[in-house]
């Protein structure tokens, strides 16, 4: 499968954001799947995640901000971000989990 995100803006801290995350090709339905970030010089981490149940889990920096939504097969995968700090500014990705062959990311910026 190709993963692709969009959705990425500037926004100020404490705003609000929802990422989309288009997904083309074969997916199994059993399939995980999850948002990843990366910030300038640091590695990519995950963030989120949901299982084909409905099941999410979410990194300690983000639960209780952030919500993954969508379905394996609905194609296409959500993240709303809210409450929006500077530390969020990171390329933002979506995958499966374990990942496959990474797509295009979308650049989410918080300042002020």
């Known amino acids: 499968a190709q993963f692709a995100a969009s959705g990425g803006e500037l926004v100020q801290p404490g705003e609000s954001l929802t990422l989309t995350c288009e997904i083309s090709?074969?997916?199994?339905?059993?399939?995980?799947l999850a948002w990843y970030r990366q910030a300038t010089g640091k590695q990519r981490d995950r963030v989120a995640i949901i299982a084909p149940n409905g099941t999410t889990s979410y990194a300690d920096s983000v639960k209780g901000r952030f919500a993954i939504s969508g379905v394996t097969t609905g194609n296409t995968l959500y993240l709303r971000m809210s409450d929006l700090e500077p530390e969020d500014t990171a390329v933002y990705y979506c995958?499966?989990?374990?990942?496959?062959?990474w797509g295009q990311g979308t650049q989410v910026t918080v300042s002020s």
């Open positions: 090709g074969w997916l199994s339905s059993s399939t995980i």
């Open positions: 995958n499966s989990f374990p990942a496959q062959s």
